[in-house]
């Protein structure tokens, strides 16, 4: 039937999202699992798609199947308790030591500290980082609503969606130069940290420390203006340091109004 064959006919595309989205993600998330919904939400696509409304069925289905793995994700807890719990008690030694040392610590240093290797110390931050990365797919994911699917979310969900997305690309677009080369090289353009690390002239090891830091002050940016009731208190509120990072929260909250965050972004014009 035609289901079948546009069924049949777009099942690799199914397959270019799961490896695009696996690349991103810890490895105890089953890839078998992941295609498995993505085919069934590349079913559910089929049925619901209206040629009619002048979208085309990849850009219709892309859509579908892309929230499916996200959802999927977000159901499963990837980001587990565990991980979760390690990063908060590593934010708090790194802090610390920050204190201590009027600088942020070193790999080497944090290690020593928590007991870890610097190699353990890393594959944990890459955890970490893979968990923030999937509010940065948000940036592929313009102008969804628009289409109308089936069973729509409410309209608050989508103004509340599209705002966080907004101040994300508001705390990128202000960090630090550098730390946005950093953020931007490597979640967004897929750059390999050689490269990145080549750019600014620094090591490697220089590069994910300052991708920690980049993403950290991400995090605080977004709970300061959404969910303040999730910062902590800093360890000097009269320090420098401080000071600095509050500068960074009212840039991002005057880098656009309201109504410019709620507008949707254009499109990209790949022609």
């Known amino acids: 039937t035609d289901l079948d064959t546009l069924v049949r006919e777009h099942m690799p595309l199914v397959g270019h999202l799961v490896r695009e989205m696996y690349a991103r993600i810890p490895?105890?998330?089953?890839?078998?699992?992941?295609?498995?919904?993505?085919?069934?939400?590349?079913?559910?696509?089929?049925?619901?798609?209206?040629?009619?409304?002048?979208?085309?069925?990849?850009?219709?289905?892309?859509?579908?199947?892309?929230?499916?793995?996200?959802?999927?994700?977000?159901?499963?807890?990837?980001?587990?308790?565990?991980?979760?719990?390690?990063?908060?008690?590593?934010?708090?030694?790194?802090?610390?030591?920050?204190a201590q040392l009027g600088r942020t610590p070193t790999d080497t240093e944090l290690a020593h500290a928590t007991g870890l290797t610097t190699k353990e110390l890393a594959t944990h931050a890459d955890d970490i980082a893979r968990s923030v990365v999937m509010s940065l797919q948000g940036f592929d994911d313009r102008q969804v609503d628009d289409l109308v699917a089936t069973r729509a979310p409410a309209v608050d969900t989508i103004i509340e969606h599209r705002e966080r997305i907004a101040y994300l690309h508001d705390a990128i677009a202000t960090l630090p130069p550098r730390l946005r080369t950093v953020i931007e090289?490597?979640?967004?353009?897929?750059?390999?940290?050689?490269?990145?690390?080549?750019?600014?002239?620094?090591?490697?090891?220089?590069?994910?420390?300052?991708?920690?830091?980049?993403?950290?002050?991400?995090?605080?940016?977004?709970?300061?203006?959404?969910?303040?009731?999730?910062?902590?208190?800093?360890?000097?509120?009269?320090?420098?340091?401080?000071?600095?990072?509050?500068?960074?929260?009212?840039?991002?909250?005057?880098h656009r109004t309201y109504r410019q965050r709620l507008t949707p972004m254009p499109q990209a014009n790949t022609a």
């Open 185 to 254: 090289g490597w979640f967004i353009h897929d750059r390999p940290m050689a490269d990145i690390a080549t750019e600014l002239d620094i090591t490697e090891s220089r590069v994910s420390q300052m991708r920690a830091e980049a993403l950290t002050l991400l995090k605080d940016a977004l709970n300061t203006h959404l969910d303040p009731h999730l910062l902590t208190p800093p360890t000097r509120p009269d320090g420098c340091a401080t000071r600095r990072r509050e500068t960074y929260y009212a840039d991002v909250a005057t």
């Open 27 to 98: 490895a105890h998330v089953d890839r078998d699992d992941l295609t498995g919904t993505g085919l069934a939400a590349l079913v559910v696509a089929a049925k619901a798609w209206d040629p009619d409304r002048g979208v085309s069925f990849a850009r219709y289905a892309a859509i579908r199947v892309r929230g499916a793995l996200l959802d999927e994700l977000r159901g499963l807890d990837w980001a587990s308790r565990s991980v979760r719990r390690r990063a908060r008690e590593l934010d708090t030694t790194r802090n610390t030591i920050a």
